[in-house]
């Protein structure tokens, strides 16, 4: 993978200035977040990037699989 420099930002900024991070990402497409000078995470546009091509409802359904997964003991004590 090739990360453009001008797309990089270290773990403190990030956590310092999150908004930068998601307007480099929506910028750039993509953002590198780096932890002890190596890459850990990315962030990236899902409407603009080639590396996640979903529709809408696409993007719905994963993230409301992963919040019902995360969540589904509230939930089941939620529905008695």
Do not use: H
């Amino acid at each position: 993978m090739t990360i453009d420099t001008n797309a990089v930002v270290s773990m403190t900024e990030a956590n310092r200035n999150f908004s930068k991070v998601t307007r480099l990402a929506e910028q750039k497409g993509q953002a590198v977040i780096f932890k002890n000078n190596r890459p850990k995470y990315m962030l990236i546009d899902l409407d603009a990037s080639p590396i996640v091509e979903m529709t809408d409802d696409e993007k719905i359904d994963v993230i409301a699989a992963r919040v019902l997964k995360r969540f589904r003991p509230a939930f089941e004590e939620l529905a008695k």
